[in-house]
């Protein structure tokens, strides 16, 4: 099986080809929105497709929501002048907004969980819908990060840097052994699992 990184400036012609060459096109839900962030459908991501949270390139869940990719990207220089770090935030909040718009309309956070994505804050439950988005979608393949299970906010990787930042050397934040004795991640784990099943099975219906 072979799973084509079509993201980014990759042309249409190219994923097309891909396609009907049998590789697997990646989704990554933070990509996966129009120019007015509204979220794609879970129902709707393509079947011949792996669908992920996030990458090793690009934030954790919780890094995302607290734009903590962009502040560490200005720690670092990565950015030319304040303009464009402003614009970089500016369209942060109004993705956040769609996002958790999304989150409300396909059923992945209880009612009584906040709607205005300014005043909301990271939490457990947020994290969990987030994952649980992804995991209802459409493809045949999921992939999750540990990172995203233990709510990390620290990026595995930061592209524009070399000895700026410990390229691929961060660590989770327990060891794999406390990582699966913990009770939440256990209990979060089966969530994604019962949904990812009863998505595999309404796909085949």
């Known amino acids: 099986?072979?799973?084509?990184?079509?993201?980014?400036?990759?042309?249409?012609?190219?994923?097309?080809?891909?396609?009907n060459s049998g590789v697997y096109s990646y989704k990554v839900l933070y990509f996966e929105s129009d120019a007015e962030k509204t979220f794609r459908a879970p129902a709707l991501y393509p079947e011949q497709s792996m669908a992920v949270a996030t990458t090793h390139?690009?934030?954790?869940?919780?890094?995302?929501?607290?734009?903590?990719?962009?502040?560490l990207g200005k720690a670092l220089g990565l950015y030319p002048d304040e303009v464009v770090l402003r614009g970089l935030y500016?369209?942060?909040?109004?993705?956040?907004?769609?996002?958790?718009?999304?989150?409300?309309k396909y059923g992945c956070l209880p009612k009584r969980a906040g709607h205005k994505a300014?005043?909301?804050?990271?939490?457990?439950?947020?994290?969990?819908?987030?994952?649980?988005?992804?995991?209802?979608?459409?493809?045949?393949?999921?992939g999750?990060?540990?990172?995203?299970?233990?709510?990390?906010?620290?990026?595995?990787n930061i592209p524009g840097t070399s000895t700026e930042y410990p390229e691929l050397a961060p660590e989770l934040s327990?060891?794999?052994?406390?990582?699966?004795?913990?009770?939440?991640?256990?209990?979060?784990?089966?969530d994604l699992d019962k949904r990812r099943k009863a998505a595999s099975k309404k796909a085949a219906s």
Request: aromatic share 4%; proline share 4%.
């Open 174 to 190: 327990v060891t794999l052994e406390q990582m699966f004795a913990d009770e939440r991640v256990n209990k979060l784990i089966k």
């Open 1 to 19: 099986m072979v799973i084509g990184e079509d993201l980014g400036t990759v042309p249409v012609e190219i994923v097309s080809k891909l396609r």
């Open 144 to 156: 999750l990060q540990p990172e995203d299970w233990l709510e990390m906010a620290t990026p595995v």
């Open 118 to 142: 300014s005043l909301m804050s990271m939490t457990g439950i947020l994290n969990r819908g987030m994952q649980r988005y992804i995991a209802d979608s459409n493809s045949a393949l999921l």
């Open 90 to 104: 500016q369209d942060r909040e109004l993705a956040k907004q769609g996002l958790l718009d999304a989150l409300h």
């Open 57 to 71: 390139d690009l934030p954790t869940l919780r890094g995302y929501w607290e734009s903590g990719d962009l502040t």
